[in-house]
């Protein structure tokens, strides 16, 4: 579709009174008559610049997700000439698009974004879409595991760098289930990211480990463990507070927020870091003590920073 038609489609339909009703009072940072083409272009808005009921729940989960990163968005645009940022398992890509379009719409600042997922049909569709929006400078997404993933190869791939001391500024991953996340915060961590934002999901680990695991029923979580249901309940909430801890004694502030009204989905936990130091001894300890009050589980995330230390020391 032309972009000036596209405009005045936007213009026709977009009219006030269609404007006050679709805001009633919120505040969105994009909205269908500012951002058309990138909401066109993402699937949201239909061709006559009109929004669907299921897109629109989508726009304000989007629209949320970005109003809650914005602050490290802006300090790392103040504090780097150019902004690095990784989206690791991207998905549909929904958020790489919406940070490229504040950088380059609002901060007008210059962004390096590489987005990667496994499947080879989604990283084909969001290359074609940065092209189609005139973003193939900043956004580039490539075909990745992120058990596998090693953030400088694809980085130095799509966008012909050489330095060897890269890293990136935001690490993100809001798509990765299970320990998939984990891996995610491994490599953000291994690489020192400034920030770091996760939106876990299908936190299975622990809750396994519980159930295949002899009990004592001398730790207070016993009935917990031995009940399924809140077995998983708990199992995914204590998931993330040792993520947490571990987070917090590598240096990080974090923050956890609701980014989607629970009555959508129950995946809807952000985990929100950010670069403050290098260790915090006080959050090791109660990472501790936490892991002995829930059996002595051993995370993923746990496993993978001893080897990546154990791989520092080797070649110290």
């Known amino acids: 579709m032309e ?9 026709d339909y977009w009219t006030p009174e269609r404007r006050a ?14 951002g058309g083409e990138l909401l066109f272009a993402l699937g949201l808005l239909n061709k006559d610049a ?10 304000i989960q989007i629209n949320h997700m970005l109003q809650l990163l914005l602050p490290s968005l802006k300090a790392l645009a103040k504090s780097f000439p150019k902004v690095r940022v990784v989206d690791a398992g991207c998905g ?5 698009f919406l940070i490229a379009w504040y950088f380059r719409d609002i901060l007008k600042h210059p962004l390096e974004l590489i987005g990667v997922d496994h499947s080879q049909a989604m990283v084909d569709r969001a ?25 400088l190869t694809e980085f130095h791939k799509a966008f012909g760098h050489i330095e060897a001391n890269l890293r990136p500024h935001a690490f993100v991953a809001l798509h990765a289930c299970d320990t998939a996340t984990d891996y995610a915060l491994a490599e953000a961590l291994r690489l020192k990211s400034d920030v770091i934002a996760v939106a876990p999901c299908c936190q ?37 507070m040792l993520r ?23 995946k809807n936990r952000l985990m929100l870091a950010t670069r403050r130091g290098n260790y915090l001894r006080a959050a090791e300890q109660e990472y501790a003590s936490l892991k002995s009050a829930l059996g002595e589980p ?7 920073l001893k080897k990546a230390g154990e791989s520092h020391a080797s070649h110290a």
């Open 3 to 11: 972009t000036a038609a596209f405009q005045k489609r936007l213009q």
């Open 21 to 34: 009703k679709f805001l009633s009072g919120k505040n969105f940072l994009l909205t269908p008559w500012q």
């Open 50 to 59: 009109s929004m669907s009921a299921d897109a629109s729940r989508k726009f």
């Open 92 to 96: 549909n890509a929904y958020l790489s």
């Open 127 to 151: 290359n074609a879409r940065a092209v189609q929006l005139g973003y193939q400078e900043s956004l580039k997404f490539a075909v990745a595991d992120l058990q596998t993933f090693s953030w």
């Open 204 to 240: 299975a680990e622990l809750a396994r480990v519980w159930k295949d695991q002899p009990l004592s029923d001398t730790l207070p979580l016993t009935p917990v463990m031995r009940a399924p249901h809140f077995r998983r309940v708990v199992a995914a909430d204590m998931t993330d």
């Open 244 to 266: 947490t801890l571990l987070l917090r004694s590598r240096g990080y502030e974090v923050t956890a927020t609701e980014f989607v009204a629970s009555e959508h989905t129950p």
């Open 298 to 304: 051993q995370l993923k995330l746990e496993v993978l």
